[in-house]
Structure formats: structure tokens, C-alpha cells
């Protein structure tokens, strides 16, 4: 439990030392090539087209910025990610955080099953996903977006909340409101969040 905690705590601080400086738009030849290493997982110009892997374009820059602090931190694990972050400095971070926010987002695929998707906006409304994820679900500041993710990396990353293996910003709150949704809530809102237009 220290250990957890002096993660969050040295996350914390970053986040604090990065918040200072505001992030500048990143269009040089530097941070286009740091951002090239990204495009092997999570697609290029930032969109995934490996399951399980997220899509990057369009996430708001404090999101991207703060899960880079988390992955480096260490509070948040991935195999992957971690010697890539271990590299990066708080100015790289703040480059690829403006870099990937500018960046079109993806646009949701044909929805072949509208009665999921009905399900999953009852889902949505009813844990009041709108309250921090906005009501287009295009994130905000340090919120993810979550309109035309990947599907099957959100319901990855909810059960991973659920789990208790993956921590969030701020209070936790995605860790709470994962912990009371079936299954069968958790299929729905991700249906409905990836065909989202």
C-alpha cells in the first residue's frame, strides 16, 4: 500500500511540475518522430488498428499527458508502454499530449446492433458517464474521450477498473463506477461509445 501510494504521490508531483508550463503545439521534426515510435501500437495520425490498443487522435491533451505521468510513475503498468515513457521527459510529454490532441479523432464504424447501442446510452445515462466525459463524450482536460474508441478496449479498460487493476486521476471515480456494472453494462456502454457519432 506505501509503495501504491508513493507512486501516486511521485505522479502527483509531475503532474504539478507539468501543469506549469503551458503545452505548446507540437509540429516540429523532434516531436514527430518521438510520436512515430507511438504509431506502431496505436496506429497512424493516431488511430488504433490493433485490438486491444487504444486510438490516441483527438484525446484531450491533459488525459494524454497524465496517463504518460501514470505509465512513467509506474501506477499504471504496461509492458509495452513502460521502457517507452521511462525515456520521455516532462517536455516530451507535453509535446505529445498537444501533438495527439490536435490530431482528427476517429469516427465511429457502422453500428450493426442499434439495440445495444439503446441499451448502452440507458447505461450511459443511468452512471451519469456525461457528468465528467461531457455529453458528446469527447473528454475533457484530464477526461477521456470516449466517443469512437476502440470497443473492445473499453471494455478492457472498464474491467480493468473494476478489477482494481487500473487507477484513474483525481478521486477514483472510474474505479467506483465500474465496480457496480455487469457485464452485460459494461458490453452495452462500450457498444454504444464506440458507434457514437
Same mark, same amino acid.
Given at each position: 500500500m506505501r509503495r501504491q501510494f508513493s507512486s501516486y504521490a511521485i505522479g502527483a508531483l509531475s503532474l504539478a511540475a507539468l501543469a506549469s508550463v503551458p503545452a505548446q503545439a507540437a509540429?516540429? *521534426? *523532434?516531436?514527430?518522430?518521438?510520436a512515430a515510435v507511438c504509431s506502431g501500437c496505436h496506429g497512424e495520425n493516431g488511430v488504433s488498428q490493433t485490438e486491444n490498443i487504444p486510438s490516441l487522435a483527438g484525446q484531450p491533451d491533459q488525459f494524454i499527458q497524465w496517463q504518460l505521468v501514470f505509465f512513467r510513475a509506474g501506477s499504471r503498468k504496461n509492458e509495452q508502454m513502460q521502457p517507452i515513457v521511462e525515456e520521455l521527459t516532462n517536455e516530451d510529454i507535453r509535446n505529445l499530449g498537444a501533438y495527439f490532441s490536435q490530431l482528427t479523432p476517429p469516427k465511429g464504424p457502422e453500428d450493426g446492433d442499434p439495440d445495444l447501442s439503446k441499451k448502452g446510452a440507458q447505461v450511459a445515462a443511468g452512471r451519469r458517464c456525461a457528468s465528467c466525459h461531457t455529453d458528446s463524450f469527447a473528454g475533457t482536460? !484530464? &477526461? *477521456?474521450?470516449?466517443? !469512437?474508441q476502440r470497443e473492445e478496449y473499453l471494455v478492457k479498460a472498464l474491467r480493468d477498473y473494476k478489477a482494481g487493476q487500473r487507477v484513474g486521476g483525481g478521486v477514483? *471515480?472510474?474505479?467506483? &463506477?465500474a465496480y457496480h456494472m455487469s457485464d452485460e453494462e459494461i458490453t452495452a456502454v462500450s457498444h454504444y461509445l464506440t458507434h457514437l457519432k
Open positions: 509540429d516540429n *521534426a *523532434a516531436i514527430k518522430e518521438k482536460k !484530464g &477526461v *477521456a474521450r470516449l466517443a !469512437g477514483a *471515480a472510474m474505479a467506483d &463506477v
